[in-house]
Nanobody, 123 residues
Framework: QVQLVESGGGLVQAGGSLRLSCAAS????????MGWFRQAPGKEREFVAA????????YYADSVKGRFTISRDNVKNTAYLQLNSLKPEDTAVYYC????????????????WGQGTQVTVSS
């Protein structure tokens, strides 16, 4: 069993930056692929970014490519999402997730989820 806790969300102006953290406990995340997803009000949860467990391959949604960076620190048992050049349309609750496989954007194949952290971008 893996417990995930996100932090780092907040209110930021357009063009600003935030760094989200996803702290894991229960098991080391070194054997899990990690993903970030977000859900805006009235919309379905969508894929943002994912990172593999070994070689650290990364994948991004087109809407965040070049602005967001996913990373992981297996020693600290934590995954990160750096959000730069934020736009109002990035406003959402951001969730991290862990998977025994590497499902990238397939949400149903993630085994563990955090409770989410709110990111609000003002114009």
């Amino acid at each position: 069993q893996v417990q995930l806790v996100e932090s780092g969300g907040g209110l930021v102006q357009a063009g600003g930056s935030l760094r989200l953290s996803c702290a894991a406990s229960g098991r080391p995340i070194s054997s899990y692929a990690m993903g970030w997803f977000r859900q805006a009000p009235g919309k379905e949860r969508e894929f943002v970014a994912a990172i593999g467990w070994s070689r650290g391959r990364t994948y991004y949604a087109d809407s965040v490519k070049g602005r967001f960076t996913i990373s992981r620190d297996n020693v600290k048992n934590t995954a990160y999402l750096q959000l730069n050049s934020l736009k109002p349309e990035d406003t959402a609750v951001y969730y991290c997730a862990a998977s025994n496989s590497f499902p990238v954007e397939v949400q149903t194949r993630y085994d563990y989820w955090g409770q989410g952290t709110q990111v609000t971008v003002s114009s």
